[in-house]
């Protein structure tokens, strides 16, 4: 079974910020958590890691309260081609090498 | 950066017919691959864990002998088909743990292999 529970859809416009969130209340001490996007026929791609607090890169940024129990991708101004699939997943297994075990993911739509 | 690669990116063939996939990691060494199938409109499902130069391990459900894994090298895991049926139809990818520098470790994903079972 998948360690994490996400929206199924979310809708938005150009230049929004999109906020997705994530729980996971039975994540382990050793989980990191990270969050994927795919499109259509292509495989996941990476967007942003983390453990805890705040972390951010040039296309995300990635909120993860202190009990880690959920978290927050944010994507800042979402354009027409940021219309995908989520996924929020943490790894399964030590360490962060595990096997991935996917969930349904948020399917974003944004609108022009 | 890391890469995975698959081979190939579409293929279709006859039911009752084996089909291969190739899954092999550019620039790094994968001890552990794992093998996915996706189909329309649903979210990717783990179907087993290839170990280099072990026997693999199949997800509940996934059957062994239809799905042969051979992880024969530390850069090529491969997946085939057997006696492919319509039903298997699907979108098979797979992923190797990799690093990306700055001690962020990921899973980084090949672009898919689409299959079509006629």
């Known amino acids: 079974l998948a360690k994490t529970t996400q929206p199924i859809s979310m809708d938005s416009y150009e230049g929004q910020e999109v906020n997705i969130t994530c729980s996971h209340n039975?994540?382990?001490?050793?989980?990191?958590i990270t969050w994927y996007q795919q499109f259509p026929s292509q495989g996941p791609r990476f967007i942003i890691q983390g453990y805890k607090t705040k972390v951010t890169n040039e296309v995300a940024s990635l909120f993860i309260p202190a009990d880690r129990k959920s978290s927050t991708l944010s994507l800042p101004r979402v354009s027409l081609s940021d219309t995908a699939v989520y996924y929020c997943?943490?790894?399964?297994?030590?360490?962060?090498?595990?096997?991935?075990?996917f969930g349904q993911g948020t399917t974003l739509q944004v609108k022009p | 950066g890391a890469v995975v690669s698959q081979h190939p990116s579409w293929v279709i063939c006859k039911s009752g017919t084996s089909v291969k996939i190739e899954c092999r990691s550019l620039d790094f060494q994968a001890t552990t691959m794992f093998w996915y199938r996706q189909f329309p409109k649903q979210s990717l499902m783990l179907m087993a864990t290839?170990?280099?130069?072990?026997?693999?391990?199949?997800e509940q459900g996934v059957e062994k002998d239809k799905f042969l894994i051979n992880h024969a090298s530390l850069t090529l895991s491969t997946l085939t088909v057997t006696s492919a049926h319509p039903e298997d139809s699907s979108f098979y990818i797979c992923?190797?743990?990799?690093?990306?520098?700055?001690?962020?470790?990921?899973?980084?994903f090949g672009q898919g292999t689409r299959l079509t079972v006629v």
């Open positions: 290839s170990n280099e130069g072990s026997k693999a391990t199949y």
């Open positions: 992923s190797a743990w990799g690093s990306r520098g700055a001690g962020i470790t990921e899973a980084f």
């Open positions: 997943l943490v790894a399964e297994g030590s360490g962060n090498t595990g096997k991935l075990i």
């Open positions: 039975n994540i382990a001490t050793n989980d990191y």
